[in-house]
């Protein structure tokens, strides 16, 4: 059952860190998602037990109660910034190594090789509308035998995800200038990340 995702258990091991991106929308219709890391939650917050049980506690709410991913909206507000922050930390983490080689340049070819960029971040969960519902090949008596990425019988899987998407999308998406191209999204996936 968790691995067709019919299971509605949130994933209390792993978290993942993800990077919506924009830039295939108006060409293809798609918000692409990379994903930057998959570490042990527990080591992401620290080994921090009570924010840990805290963070699953509201996925599962989130998960359980919304069609809005933003688990943030189910936590505490002490407990929403500390692990809020702990998710910065990791996800600043990768790119540090590029600040330290930026740092040690001049200023003068700092410019021309680094342009900062500013992103915003949260904590979110699959919950897409329908999930608990059987799968309709099943429900038929047929199995799938194939999967593609684009597949959408399948179900999520109940993974936290930290999500960083960059600042001028977010506010472009905001402001109405960027929409889906006029024949709509690749597919549903790519509709719910909007």
């Not at 209390?12 to 570490?39: M, Y």
């Not at 905001?174 to 597919?187: C, E, I, Q, Y």
Request: one cysteine or more; proline letters at 3%.
């Amino acid at each position: 059952m968790r691995v067709h995702g019919l299971a509605d258990e949130i994933d209390s091991e792993l978290i993942q860190g993800c990077l919506l991106s924009t830039e295939n929308l108006l060409t293809l219709g798609r918000v692409e998602k990379r994903t930057l890391f998959t570490r042990p939650l527990r080591e992401v917050l620290g080994g921090n037990e009570y924010l840990v049980q805290e963070l699953i506690s509201g996925a599962t709410t989130c998960r359980r109660n919304s069609n809005n991913c933003m688990v943030t909206r189910w936590l505490k507000a002490d407990e929403r910034y500390h692990v809020l922050q702990a998710c910065l930390n990791e996800t600043s983490s990768i790119f540090g190594r590029n600040f330290v080689h930026c740092n040690a340049l001049d200023h003068t070819h700092a410019n021309d090789q680094f342009k900062s960029t500013w992103y915003c971040l949260t904590v979110t969960t699959p919950t897409r509308p329908g999930e608990k519902r059987q799968d309709a090949g099943a429900a038929k008596g047929k199995s799938n035998d194939t999967c593609t990425f684009t597949d959408m019988s399948r179900h999520p899987r109940g993974t936290i995800r930290v999500m960083i998407v960059n600042e001028s999308e977010i506010r472009r998406i905001a402001d109405g200038k960027l929409r889906a191209p006029s024949w709509g999204f690749f597919n549903n996936r790519h509709a719910e990340r909007y």
